[in-house]
């Protein structure tokens, strides 16, 4: 087994886990006083009715009590299905290589579902491996790139009192690039999504003809080196170079026919894809792939439409790719195209959607102290739900780092570390 292809996946959790963990103690405020001695219950917080509570004080307090609580609602909505996909894409991967089927059910509960079928998932896995000493695998991954939807935040922005114009919507993308359908002229990129037939950059596996930069399993012909010997012609082993047909393996060159992640091409005009770079009209359903910040909308509000838009948060598959010599058994096929079909899914969690979401989760809990401030004297009920939402959303930031865990004891497990 290739331990060091799997640095690209097993390093990026420091990073993950640094980014989604609860912040430290101090560094939010504890409820005090009137707030610290409310009592616990919020039975709202369970179906988000918020309607009920009479908060009292101005139209400015009363919008950030409710958008916090309505904020820290959708944010445990949000966690608790991210935890339901890891267990199914965990789950998934278990059943294809053998597990037990006793071991791969569990229910959301705060990372720990996930954690009991990720770490059943991994034992397999590592036991899988160590009696297939003979064979080799390598895999590389790329972490996703995720997006934030604009226009369900620009919407959002808007009921906050902090509409966006579309001058502003240009320059508030941070640290990424907005992106989108663009039915008139693209001047920049085109990405085509996984699957899709690709004639163009593909940063993981390509199942067609690679024009340079191969690596994996050529069904046709091997210009380069097979199995490290030079060659030119029928390779039927490991191909390095280029390959004419029926690739199966990584692809740094142009690939024409299909990537499993996304195929990025010179736009020339029509994009059946997303667009970046620039579009002679005005981009539809426009996304921005770093951090969407306009300058007018406050620290609250940004955090209230950040936790409440995470449903409409996508990520692009994870570019990975895999390739395997020497003698493997069955039980080691079985785990290779288990990890196909199931590894994206699970890093896309591990690098992607848990980064997003996290730092969504920061940001709420954040937000609740300023707004218990603010809402000193709106009632006890109103306070008792403020100190339940602040602890709840903490929680639901700490179990993001459970799963984070859970996931990499999967990808952690296949290096033989």
């Known amino acids: 087994m290739n331990a060091d292809a799997w640095k690209l996946i097993a390093l990026p959790v420091v990073t993950m886990l640094l980014d989604c963990s609860v912040p430290p103690k101090g560094a939010i405020p504890a409820p005090t006083g009137e707030l610290a001695e409310a009592p616990g219950g919020c039975d709202e917080l369970k179906d988000g009715d918020f309607a009920r509570i009479e908060v009292q004080g101005d139209a400015k307090v009363q919008s950030k009590v409710r958008g916090f609580l309505e904020a820290s609602y959708h944010l445990q909505k949000t966690i608790v299905a991210m935890e339901a996909d890891l267990i199914a894409s965990c789950g998934e991967l278990g059943k294809a290589i053998g597990v037990e089927d006793a071991k791969l059910r569990a229910e959301p509960d705060g990372g720990r579902g996930a954690q009991k079928?990720?770490?059943?998932?991994?034992a397999k896995i590592s036991s899988i491996t160590k009696a297939n000493a003979e064979a080799k695998l390598e895999v590389e991954v790329d972490a996703p790139r995720c997006y934030a939807d604009i226009d369900a935040l620009n919407d959002c922005f808007g009921r906050c009192g902090a509409a966006v114009t579309p001058a502003e919507m240009k320059a508030s993308c941070e640290g990424g690039e907005i992106s989108g359908r663009c039915d008139a002229e693209c001047k920049g990129k085109c990405s085509v999504d996984a699957g899709a037939d690709c004639r163009g950059s593909c940063k993981a596996s390509c199942s067609g003809a690679c024009e340079a930069g191969f690596k994996g399993r050529c069904g046709g012909r091997c210009d380069g080196k097979c199995d490290g010997?030079?060659?030119?012609g029928p390779c039927d082993g490991t191909c390095e170079g280029k390959c004419d047909g029926s690739a199966d393996g990584r692809c740094t060159g142009t690939c024409e026919g299909k990537c499993s992640g996304s195929c990025e091409v010179r736009a020339k005009g029509k994009c059946d894809g997303s667009c970046t770079g620039g579009c002679s009209a005005d981009v539809k359903e426009p996304r921005c792939s770093g951090d969407y910040k306009p300058p007018k909308v406050d620290f609250s509000c940004h955090a209230e439409c950040s936790a409440k838009t995470l449903a409409n948060a996508k990520c692009d598959p994870p570019n990975i790719w895999m390739v395997t010599s020497g003698k493997a058994s069955i039980d080691m096929q079985k785990l290779v195209a288990g990890l196909r079909a199931s590894l994206p899914k699970i890093v896309e969690v591990q690098l992607g959607t848990a980064r997003k979401i996290g730092a969504a989760a920061t940001s709420v809990v954040k937000a609740g102290a300023e707004v218990k401030e603010a809402?000193?004297?709106?009632?006890?009920?109103?306070?008792?739900?403020?100190?339940?939402g602040i602890e709840a959303s903490a929680r639901a930031s700490a179990s993001i780092d459970v799963d984070v865990r859970a996931s990499a004891s999967v990808s952690a497990s296949a290096s033989g570390s």
């Open 229 to 232: 010997k030079s060659s030119s």
């Open 117 to 122: 079928v990720c770490a059943a998932v991994a």
């Open 375 to 388: 809402a000193a004297s709106s009632g006890r009920k109103t306070i008792a739900c403020i100190a339940a």
